[in-house]
C-alpha cells in the first residue's frame, strides 16, 4: 500500500465512487436541480416531526448498563384508531448505520413505516444507538471525551437493545414485541438475539430489512475505507464522532458536483455508504433526509465495519492486538458471532441492487437463519429505498402489517 494512499490514492477512488454514484443517477435527466422550498421538519425534533402530523408521541429516556442516554420515542396509537386507547400489540423500530429513528417519520405519513404502523392499530416505538443525535448523553463521559466514543455496534447489541427492549415490556405490560431492524438495526438484532436467550424470547418475530451480517461482497465506500490502516483510520478520522464531512467535501463536492441536490449527496456520508436510486427517491423530501442524516457515530463503529469488509467475517471489533483482544474477550482473537443460534422467527427484505447488503452476502446469510419465515428479494431496491422509497408501502410495509396481523388472530 505504501505511502501513494496519502498522497493521492483517497482523490482517485473517492472521485471514481462518485462518478459512478452519478452515472448511476442519469445527472443528464436534469432530476438534480434546485432544492425544493425547505420542509418544516429540518429544523424540528423527533417528538415535533410525530406531532406535526397530528400524532400522539412519548418521549423517554433509556439508561444503559453502561451509562449510555438513550433517547426513545412512542407513538401510542395512530389517527385512525384514536377511539380505542386500550393495549395494542408492541412494535419496536431501529435504525440502521448513521442514522437515527427520524428513518421511519420521514416521509409523509402514507409514506412512513412509524405512521403507518400507528394507523394500523400498533403501539409503535422508535430506538436510538448510542452516539447519534438523539443519544449523546452519558452518566460518566462528555461527547467530547475519546472514552464516550469507545464502541461500536457490539455494544449497541450487548448493551443499548436490552436496556431499550427491558424498557419497553416494562412500560407497555407486555411480555414480547416486534423488531423490525434496517441495515445495522439488523445486525444488533442478530447478536443480541443469538448471544441472550433470555432477551431473544421478549421477541415476537424480527423483521429485517435490507440484513447485513457478513459485509464480504459490499460495493459501497466501506470497502474502500478497509484499504486504510488502523493507525491512519484514526489520524484522518480522529477517535471520537465519526464527521467525515470536510474528507469527503474536499475530494468530491468542489470538484465532482456541481448542482445543488447532487452536491449534497455527494457530501453526505450516509448517501456515500449506502448508495442512493434517484427513480425511488423522494426528492421533495431530500431535505429532510439530509438535514437528520448522518445522525452520528463512532469512529471506532465505522472501523468495526471496515474491519468486516476485511475478513468477510461476522465477529466482534478486533481491538488490535492479541494482548488488547485477549483483554476484553479472554482469547486472542475477536469472537465470532454465531446468527445460526437465534432461533427468533425472521422474515427477510432484500434489495438486488444493494450496495451494503449486497445479495451475497444476503445469499450467505439466509440459510443460517435456522427459523427463517419468508423472504423476498426485490431485484431495484438499494439500501436507502426499505426506509423512504416512493414504493416502499406496496413494496414492503404492507407485507409487514398482514404478517402482524396474522400474528393478532
Known amino acids: 500500500m505504501g505511502y501513494s494512499f496519502v498522497s493521492g490514492g483517497p482523490k482517485m477512488w473517492l472521485l471514481l465512487t462518485v462518478a459512478s454514484l452519478i452515472s448511476a ?11 425544493n422550498p425547505e420542509s418544516p421538519e429540518v429544523n424540528m425534533n423527533i417528538s415535533q416531526m410525530i406531532s406535526y402530523w ?22 401510542p396509537y395512530g389517527k385512525k384508531n384514536s377511539g380505542n386507547k386500550g393495549q395494542r400489540p408492541v412494535v419496536f423500530l431501529q435504525h440502521g448505520l448513521l442514522t437515527s429513528a427520524t428513518n421511519w417519520i420521514s416521509n409523509l405519513p402514507n409514506n412512513s413505516l412509524g405512521f403507518i404502523l400507528a394507523d394500523a392499530g400498533y403501539d409503535v416505538w422508535l430506538g436510538n444507538s448510542r452516539g447519534n443525535t438523539w443519544a449523546r448523553r452519558n452518566l460518566y463521559y462528555s461527547p467530547d ?7 461500536s455496534f457490539d455494544e ?27 441495515s445495522q438495526g439488523t445486525t444488533i438484532g442478530f447478536i443480541a438475539f443469538s448471544t441472550n436467550p433470555t432477551l431473544a424470547e421478549k421477541i415476537e418475530t424480527f423483521y429485517a430489512l435490507a440484513p447485513v451480517a457478513t459485509v ?28 467525515p464531512h470536510n474528507f469527503f467535501d474536499q475530494f468530491l463536492a468542489t470538484e465532482v458536483c456541481s448542482r445543488q441536490t447532487l452536491n449534497l449527496l455527494c457530501s453526505n456520508a450516509l448517501f456515500i455508504i449506502c448508495g442512493f436510486d434517484h427513480k425511488n427517491l423522494n426528492t421533495s423530501r431530500l ?9 452520528g457515530t463512532s469512529v471506532q463503529n465505522v472501523l468495526h465495519w471496515s474491519q468486516a469488509v476485511k475478513s468477510g467475517k461476522f465477529q466482534a471489533f478486533n481491538w488490535g492486538s492479541p494482548v488488547l483482544n485477549k483483554m476484553h474477550y479472554n482469547q486472542p482473537t475477536p469472537p465470532y458471532y454465531n446468527v445460526t443460534a437465534m432461533n427468533v422467527p425472521i422474515a427477510v427484505w432484500s434489495g438486488g441492487n444493494d450496495w451494503l447488503a449486497d445479495p451475497q452476502d444476503v445469499g450467505m446469510l439466509l440459510p443460517k437463519l435456522p427459523n427463517l419465515i419468508y423472504h423476498k428479494e426485490i431485484s431495484f431496491y438499494n439500501h436507502l429505498d426499505f426506509i423512504w422509497a416512493m414504493d416502499a408501502p406496496q413494496e414492503v410495509y404492507s407485507e409487514i402489517v398482514s404478517m402482524l396481523a396474522e400474528g393478532k388472530k
Not at 287 to 295: C, F, G, K, R
Request: without cysteine; glycine residues 8%.
Open 25 to 35: 443517477l442519469g445527472t443528464t435527466h436534469g432530476l438534480f436541480g434546485k432544492l
Open 54 to 75: 397530528g400524532y400522539p408521541n412519548e418521549e423517554y429516556n433509556v439508561v444503559t448498563e453502561d451509562g449510555y442516554i438513550l433517547g426513545i420515542y412512542r407513538i
Open 145 to 151: 471525551s475519546v472514552e464516550f466514543w469507545a464502541f
Open 156 to 182: 449497541m447489541a450487548k448493551y443499548d437493545l436490552p436496556a431499550t427492549i427491558d424498557f419497553i415490556v416494562k412500560k407497555t405490560g407486555q411480555k414480547k414485541l416486534h423488531y423490525v431492524g434496517h
Open 216 to 243: 464480504k461482497y459490499t460495493k459501497t465506500l466501506l470497502n474502500k475505507l478497509e484499504l486504510i490502516p488502523p493507525f491512519l483510520f484514526k489520524i484522518i478520522f480522529g477517535d471520537k464522532i465519526f464527521y
Open 287 to 295: 431535505d429532510v433526509y439530509i438535514s437528520h442524516n448522518p445522525a
